[in-house]
C-alpha cells in the first residue's frame, strides 16, 4: 500500500486536510464521512463532492463546516484524477469536481472515520473486515438511506445542539435499525460501477447517488432540499 497524500486529510498534513477535504470554518470537533467505491476515480468522487455540495447547499460553508467529506477506493488509483464523465455528472448538479486526487484506502481512513458509505456490499465487506469497530459505522450508500427513511427526525437532537451531535445520534439510530429493516433484494444496497461506460450511464448512476443521498443530508442537517 501506499502512503496517504498529506494533504487528503492523513497523517503530517493536518492543517491542509481541513483546507482541502472539508468546508471552510472546520471545528476541532468534527464528524468525519468517509465515501468509499473501488478505484476511487468514479462512483466515491461523485458521492464525495456531491454530499458536500448538498450540505453546503443546506447549511452554507460555514455552518456546514463540522461535516469532513472524503473517499478512497479499495483498489484506489493513487493519484489518479477523477474520471471525465464523473467530472461531467458533478457538473450537472452544480457540484465543484475541482483539484480532486484518487487515493487508497487505508487503515487510517477507517480508523478517522465516523461514518463509512460504501458503493457495494463487498467493499462494506472489505471495510469492515479492515477492523478498527468499523461494524456499526460502515453501511452501503443505500443501506444507509433505507434505515434513515426509518428513523424518526424528532428523536434526534435538535439541529440547534450542532450537525456533530445530531451526525452521531443518526449513525447510532441506524446500526440501531439494521437487523430489523432489511434490503427487499440484494441489488437494492448497490451501486454499480460506471467506469469505462459512456456518459449516459455515469448518468444515470449520479441519478441514483443524488436520490440515495438527499435523504441523508436532510437527516444529517435537519434542512430538506431546496424546491
Given at each position: 500500500?501506499?502512503?496517504?497524500?498529506?494533504?487528503?486529510?492523513?497523517?503530517?498534513?493536518?492543517?491542509?486536510?481541513?483546507?482541502?477535504?472539508?468546508?471552510?470554518?472546520?471545528?476541532?470537533?468534527?464528524?468525519?464521512?468517509?465515501?468509499?467505491?473501488?478505484?476511487?476515480?468514479?462512483?466515491?468522487?461523485?458521492?464525495?463532492?456531491?454530499?458536500?455540495?448538498?450540505?453546503?447547499?443546506?447549511?452554507?460553508?460555514?455552518?456546514?463546516?463540522?461535516?469532513?467529506?472524503?473517499?478512497?477506493?479499495t483498489w484506489g488509483h493513487e493519484g489518479a484524477?477523477?474520471?471525465?464523465?464523473?467530472?461531467?455528472?458533478?457538473?450537472?448538479?452544480?457540484?465543484?469536481?475541482?483539484?480532486?486526487?484518487?487515493?487508497?484506502?487505508?487503515?487510517e481512513h477507517v480508523i478517522r472515520a465516523d461514518?463509512?458509505?460504501?458503493?457495494?456490499?463487498?467493499?462494506?465487506?472489505?471495510?469492515?473486515?479492515?477492523?478498527?469497530?468499523?461494524?456499526?459505522?460502515?453501511?452501503?450508500?443505500?443501506?444507509?438511506?433505507?434505515?434513515?427513511?426509518?428513523?424518526?427526525?424528532?428523536?434526534?437532537?435538535?439541529?440547534?445542539?450542532?450537525?456533530?451531535?445530531?451526525?452521531?445520534?443518526?449513525?447510532?439510530?441506524?446500526?440501531?435499525?439494521?437487523?430489523?429493516?432489511?434490503?427487499?433484494?440484494?441489488?437494492?444496497?448497490?451501486?454499480?460501477?460506471?467506469?469505462?461506460?459512456?456518459?449516459?450511464?455515469?448518468?444515470?448512476?449520479?441519478?441514483?447517488?443524488?436520490?440515495?443521498?438527499?435523504?441523508?443530508?436532510?437527516?444529517?442537517?435537519?434542512?430538506?432540499?431546496?424546491?
Open positions: 500500500m501506499t502512503a496517504p497524500d498529506a494533504g487528503r486529510g492523513i497523517g503530517n498534513g493536518e492543517r491542509a486536510a481541513e483546507i482541502t477535504t472539508t468546508f471552510v470554518g472546520l471545528p476541532r470537533d468534527s464528524f468525519r464521512i468517509l465515501h468509499v467505491s473501488t478505484g476511487n476515480v468514479c462512483r466515491s468522487p461523485i458521492t464525495e463532492r456531491l454530499t458536500r455540495h448538498l450540505v453546503t447547499d443546506r447549511l452554507g460553508a460555514f455552518l456546514g463546516g463540522g461535516l469532513v467529506v472524503e473517499s478512497a477506493g484524477p477523477m474520471e471525465a464523465n464523473a467530472e461531467a455528472v458533478l457538473a450537472d448538479f452544480g457540484a465543484d469536481a475541482s483539484g480532486f486526487v484518487g487515493r487508497e484506502l487505508l487503515d461514518l463509512v458509505l460504501t458503493a457495494t456490499r463487498d467493499h462494506r465487506a472489505q471495510v469492515i473486515s479492515m477492523g478498527h469497530s468499523a461494524g456499526l459505522r460502515t453501511f452501503t450508500l443505500k443501506e444507509f438511506t433505507r434505515l434513515v427513511r426509518a428513523i424518526d427526525p424528532a428523536t434526534l437532537p435538535p439541529t440547534s445542539e450542532g450537525v456533530v451531535v445530531r451526525a452521531r445520534a443518526l449513525v447510532r439510530a441506524a446500526a440501531a435499525l439494521r437487523g430489523w429493516l432489511l434490503a427487499p433484494t440484494a441489488e437494492a444496497d448497490e451501486v454499480y460501477d460506471p467506469y469505462g461506460a459512456p456518459l449516459p450511464f455515469f448518468q444515470s448512476i449520479g441519478d441514483e447517488i443524488h436520490e440515495a443521498l438527499d435523504p441523508v443530508v436532510t437527516a444529517l442537517t435537519g434542512v430538506p432540499a431546496r424546491m
